[in-house]
């Protein structure tokens, strides 16, 4: 058998010429062939099926399974755009992760409710507190200084100038504004946290299982375990708690349309069913629309009934108490699914209340 050409090799280029057969396999850049390593072994196995020999002796000398890859510039592409379209939360999945940090890492990446940490409240108390007394301590001294000026050199206290020269003054507020600063800095910081949600209780709980089956951290370092000090990053929705009832309903079925459901980390084995926020999303948003046509809807059809029967007193009771009960439906609902305040709530139902008085307004007209 001919040898090889190494400078043909790192093309992508094969030849193999069988003299004795009067075979030849020829691969080359020249008649367009642009494959990868994987693509001529297997092209080449084909055609060597018969020529188990043949076969035989191109394994050994690595011609075929050790071909170096060529990628052609449209292989670079379709690779890279690939590549491109694969999320980080793919790519770090948490049963492909190492033990300990890293996969609890990518257990909390891998959804948004998920990320819980501590907000150290005890700590920031401390900082507070103690640079606040750091502030108290310049203010003091800054105020014995203004003292002993106003009696031993008045002037120095109407001139910021001669201050500057001959009072320490100027090196007291120096240390306040620096103190001042970071007590500010560390104030807008707690303040922030304070407004961090405390996390839901489905979603506390499920990394707290985690924690107790897996052990991903050392006993000093599990700090899912301070629960009063946990905050989420991410702000709660205005009707969280219809997510969590869904996915209750989902956890509670295991038909194969709510397995299409679940994504990223494999209950299996991490022990934490993931869904897709934006599908669980699209469900809650398709129960709250027929929520709000229902309640739109129904009372109007049931007070049309009413209206157009006889107008007796029993009728007009009955109409009352109709109006009655829809209205408080509707106020209990926007109290349900928004973070509308009482006064709105308050004008929402006095608006609703209105529509559906003067609708049966217009049909006792029509009556008449």
């Given at each position: 058998?001919?040898?090889?050409?190494?400078?043909?090799?790192?093309?992508?280029?094969?030849?193999?010429?069988?003299?004795?057969?009067?075979?030849?396999?020829?691969?080359?850049?020249?008649?367009?062939?642009?494959?990868?390593?994987?693509?001529?072994?297997?092209?080449?196995?084909?055609?060597?099926?018969?020529?188990?020999?043949?076969?035989?002796?191109?394994?050994?000398?690595?011609?075929?399974?050790?071909?170096?890859?060529?990628?052609?510039?449209?292989?670079?592409?379709?690779?890279?755009?690939?590549?491109?379209?694969?999320?980080?939360?793919?790519?770090?999945?948490?049963?492909?992760?190492?033990?300990?940090?890293?996969?609890?890492a990518a257990l909390l990446d891998s959804d948004e409710n998920f990320m819980l940490y501590r907000r150290f409240g005890y700590l920031q108390a401390r900082l507070l507190l103690y640079k606040q007394d750091e502030l108290r301590e310049a203010e003091r001294d800054l105020n014995e200084s203004d003292i002993i000026d106003a009696r031993g050199e008045p002037s120095w206290l109407k001139s910021r100038e001669k201050d500057d020269k001959k009072s320490r003054r100027k090196e007291i507020l120096k240390t306040i504004e620096t103190k001042f600063l970071e007590y500010t800095q560390l104030l807008t910081s707690a303040r922030d946290i304070a407004n961090f949600n405390s996390p839901r209780a489905r979603?506390?709980?499920?990394?707290?299982?985690?924690?107790?089956?897996?052990?991903?951290?050392?006993?000093?370092?599990?700090?899912?375990?301070?629960?009063?000090?946990?905050?989420?990053?991410?702000?709660?929705?205005?009707?969280?708690w219809l997510d969590t009832f869904v996915e209750k309903i989902f956890h509670k079925l295991n038909c194969r349309l709510v397995r299409e459901l679940r994504a990223k980390a494999n209950p299996e084995s991490s022990g934490v069913i993931l869904y897709h926020r934006e599908r669980i999303e699209i469900i809650v948003s398709i129960i709250i629309a027929i929520v709000i046509v229902a309640i739109l809807i129904t009372p109007i059809y049931i007070l049309f009934y009413l209206t157009v029967g006889a107008q007796t007193n029993h009728s007009v009771s009955i109409i009352i108490s109709v109006l009655l009960i829809f209205t408080l439906l509707f106020s209990g609902v926007l109290s349900l699914f928004t973070r509308a305040k009482r006064h709105e709530i308050l004008a929402a139902a006095a608006a609703y209340c209105a529509v559906l008085v003067v609708f049966i307004g217009n049909v006792g007209k029509l009556n008449t």
């Open positions: 058998m001919r040898p090889y050409n190494d400078s043909s090799m790192e093309r992508g280029e094969i030849h193999h010429d069988y003299v004795d057969r009067k075979m030849i396999l020829k691969v080359s850049a020249e008649d367009n062939y642009r494959l990868s390593s994987a693509t001529v072994a297997n092209e080449a196995a084909e055609d060597l099926s018969g020529h188990q020999g043949d076969l035989e002796v191109l394994r050994s000398t690595g011609s075929i399974l050790q071909i170096p890859a060529y990628r052609s510039s449209t292989h670079r592409e379709i690779y890279s755009t690939k590549r491109d379209s694969i999320s980080p939360t793919d790519m770090f999945a948490v049963e492909g992760c190492p033990e300990g940090y890293p996969r609890l979603d506390y709980w499920t990394i707290r299982k985690y924690f107790d089956e897996h052990a991903p951290l050392v006993e000093q370092e599990s700090y899912i375990y301070h629960k009063e000090d946990i905050v989420a990053l991410k702000p709660g929705r205005e009707h969280s």
